[in-house]
């Protein structure tokens, strides 16, 4: 099985734990079999592999995340990056073409499209192997789950099928009703729209090139900001006849708030947290260091990370957009593909961060203009270059680099450094990369 | 007026802002006039001073709190030091004699014994005065306060005084009563009995010199560890005859807990808070450096420090005890008369501290024996001693430290340092000081 998982945009809705650069798929919240916790993507992909051993995953995303893929799902796994953001149909196409002209999957061959952060169970998975099954018999061009509603929700669109049988036409698409409507269209057998289908990569490609003048991925990568933002269904879905719906009866929830985030937790408290006995329904998620002690407590999700604390009733919670966009925020802790820094102390005139750095890895070779750089080992071994100067380094070792000063450090084991940046002018656009050039 | 402060010992009532060094009293909550904040110390220290400018204060407390004292109050503030934690008897005895044999003050005067903690407005201070009026006029030994009870409480030892006048004398002392026997105590004309007390100086060295053998205030302090624990109210109080209450009928708050401490602040949020438009009696008071979201919540406290997070029904915070004293804590953060220090980042072998050195101020001359340390400056200026070789320091300089090796630094400016500690044993312990002799 083929498959390209849409991995989507910042979420503020789970502050403080996905930020601009960590989106919620990201949040490691899920309990597994060995007491160590995965996130969503994890999950979903884990999933994948357990239910097809031999699927082909690809994951269409934006640049801001292939560090944090890397970092989470090793560097094997295929990434089709977007340039830029541009909607649906623009990421689509960009990763199926990924898929015919960088991995030579053959065009015949079908794929199954679905977003990363469903949670969802293994039946779910089987599902997708009937959809791509059913891309693969030609019937019709594009077969779409229908997920069969468990309440008038008024957050999906809709799917009126022909028949209420396993397999139908599509009647219709209904776009997000209000509730009343919902409950309309659910009494005349509608489906949830939840972005999940199938084709064969000949059918988008040839859609593709009636829509957008391109050759290959290489050139609809170079003109990728020229594209129109539009979506799959408006320039795809909804214009196609030969199109069904397989229905789908099994688990399928969108964890996008923590109101339901919480809900398919298995337990109320990760990470350094205390329930009184005089808690109900409260979930703490604590990725700081320190203790969180909840007393009294009702229907609140408490949750903490470097970059704030969230005290909520659970509904109210859903609310919170707004409230994050008005802060001001810098990103005080990221995970990337050499490992993970954290912001630990800033002063008006200095900024104290803790890098940590995987075996095998290196940062870029860079410098700094407006700002000098201490380095102190705190453990592990690596090697640094500093203007051009190699040197072993060691737990207790102190690098000292002026600004303007290029340099360096790879990991030769997992390596931890205390960074402390000095002057009055600190920022993360600051920095100038080079290439290393070894004499 | 003289006036001996008894300053308590660590409260864990008010975790995670008060802990094994920081005691309820030093907690910066209470907003000033202009705008900043002031501790329960620093808020009855201002209001004795604006009550009588020629006090003469003298605060009775553990060495613990000496730093802190000194770090809130300035360093001419009298102190008398407790060897040891004994009970209000033996350390109101040192405290008085403190006041003779060190200070000087003639044992004719009267003196005023009051907890350094109690919420009140500026008539109290009044009634202050007139308590130690009462006493210097000799009508009897000891003149205590009643407070007029508002509410039958269960905490509070009661004063049944012979009649209502303002001035009267005490018929009988009653411990901690139940609510019902507190009930019955006010219908009786009963008054709390708050802890505050005057007498004449020599009166009180009188009664200690028939308990206890001692001559002077250091003979009494060399000997204190061997003395009993005993209470002023049943050493002295009780058996007293010559014995008079005054009452004082104004605002008395006793903010042990957060339920109550919550009712005295001003505003809502002190700190980095913000509570949205459906919290309903939310109080946050945060002291780290990210933002608190309150959402939907209703009679919460949010607390936050370096050392924990605490969210709580405001009545249940008064149960917080035991979950606090469960919790394995390091201490994160302390203010010290010469400055303050915070953890910042800790692994298995090493600990990050920044360091503010407050200008005038030095370290101990001092070394470790099982870490290694590195200083980085990242503001200020000072002068370092590294194993004898004295050095000008400046924002960016670096000092390193071997395990053995002796040093301390010396803040010309207010100097702040990030401390990076290396070793595989690091205890506040392994600490050895050393005189620093000057070549």
Redesign the interface.
């Known amino acids: 099985m083929n498959i390209i998982l849409l991995s989507g945009g910042s979420g503020k809705r789970l502050?403080?734990l996905s930020n601009d650069i960590r989106s919620k798929q990201f949040i490691k919240i899920f309990k597994t079999h060995d007491g160590s916790y995965e996130s969503m993507v994890q999950r979903v992909y884990r999933q994948i592999k357990a239910a097809d051993p031999n699927a082909n995953i690809t994951i269409a995303t934006s640049k801001t995340q292939v560090s944090t893929i890397h970092n989470q799902l090793g560097e094997d796994i295929g990434i089709s990056v977007e340039p830029c953001r541009r909607d649906t149909f623009p990421a689509i196409v960009l990763a199926t073409a990924y898929l015919t002209d960088i991995r030579g999957i053959s065009p015949e061959e079908s794929v199954v499209v679905c977003p990363v952060d469903p949670y969802v169970d293994d039946v779910y998975f089987e599902s997708l192997k009937a959809l791509a099954e059913q891309a693969n018999t030609g019937e019709s061009n594009l077969v779409l789950m229908g997920i069969e509603p468990t309440y008038p929700s008024e957050k999906y669109g809709y799917i009126i099928p022909k028949s209420n049988e396993i397999l139908s036409s599509v009647a219709t698409f209904k776009e997000k009703p209000d509730a009343a409507t919902a409950q309309n269209y659910i009494a005349r057998g509608a489906l949830w729209n939840g972005g999940v289908f199938a084709y064969k990569l000949k059918y988008l490609l040839d859609k593709a090139h009636e829509l957008i003048d391109f050759t290959d991925y290489e050139d609809l990568y170079a003109k990728y900001h020229t594209l129109d933002k539009i979506s799959f269904d408006y320039a795809v879905a909804e214009k196609e006849d030969k199109i069904q719906v397989m229905r789908f009866a099994g688990q399928w929830k969108d964890l996008g708030t923590w109101n339901t985030l919480t809900e398919a937790m298995e337990e109320n408290v990760v990470g350094n947290g205390?329930l009184?006995d005089?808690c109900t329904d409260v979930h703490i998620v604590?990725e700081?260091?320190?203790?969180?002690?909840?007393?009294?407590?009702h229907d609140?999700i408490?949750s903490?990370s470097?970059?704030?604390?969230?005290?909520?009733?659970k509904?109210?919670?859903s609310?919170?957009k707004p409230?994050?966009d008005g802060?001001e925020q810098q990103v005080?802790f990221a995970e990337k593909s050499w490992g993970s820094f954290r912001v630990?102390?800033?002063?008006?005139?200095?900024m104290?961060i803790?890098v940590t750095l995987n075996a095998g890895h290196s940062m870029n070779y860079h410098s700094h203009r407006n700002r000098?750089e201490?380095w102190?080992v705190?453990?592990g071994q690596g090697g640094t270059v500093v203007d051009g100067m190699k040197q072993n380094v060691k737990?207790?070792d102190?690098i000292?680099m002026s600004a303007g000063c290029r340099h360096t450090v790879t990991a030769y084991t997992e390596l931890?450094l205390?960074e402390?940046q000095?002057g009055s002018d600190i920022t993360v656009h600051d920095k100038q990369k080079f290439d290393l050039e070894y004499d």
Chains 1, 2 share one sequence.
């Open positions: 502050w403080p205390l009184n005089r604590n700081m260091d320190v203790p969180i002690l909840a007393m009294g407590l609140v408490i903490a470097p970059e704030g604390i969230l005290v909520s009733d509904e109210q919670s609310y919170i409230y994050v802060m005080m630990i102390d800033v002063e008006n005139e200095s104290t803790k000098d201490v102190v705190i453990s737990t207790g102190v000292t931890k205390i402390v000095l």
